[in-house]
């Protein structure tokens, strides 16, 4: 479209905002440029949403209809809560993290209690 919009008979003069003759029209080269520009469009309008199709469908359904096929978010988690508690997943081990060495425990516990400074060590 670029290429078509410098090649236009006419363009919008950036001072006065008003319409004055390109000085780098081309009929062929604009009519070439704009086949080229439709031809990619047309192209490339599948991956475009939404689809013509899609507003049709959507327009068409009937406030009962759309209403049947909304599932509330709540029961849909309350299914999954219940599906998890049947098959024992809620109760499996939880992951620990990693264990602090013995000493360096009791190194901080006979020192000094300092306030913590939330760097995360224990010194």
């Given at each position: 479209m670029a290429m078509a919009a410098h090649y236009q008979p006419e363009v919008t003069?950036?001072?006065?905002?008003?319409?004055?003759?390109?000085?780098?029209?081309?009929e062929e080269r604009y009519a070439y440029w704009l086949t080229a520009a439709r031809e990619a469009n047309k192209a490339?309008?599948?991956y475009f949403t939404p689809t013509l199709r899609s507003v049709l469908f959507g327009g068409a359904l009937g406030a009962a209809d759309s209403q049947a096929k909304i599932a509330d978010p709540r029961q849909t988690m309350v299914q999954l809560y219940l599906g998890m508690r049947r098959r024992g997943e809620l109760t499996a081990k939880v992951i620990e993290g990693p264990?602090?060495?013995?000493a360096v425990v009791d190194e901080v516990l006979?020192?000094?209690?300092?306030?913590d400074d939330a760097d995360g060590t224990l010194t």
């Open positions: 003069d950036p001072n006065t905002s008003e319409k004055v003759t390109n000085p780098d029209f081309n490339a309008a599948p264990k602090v060495a013995k006979e020192g000094e209690i300092v306030e």
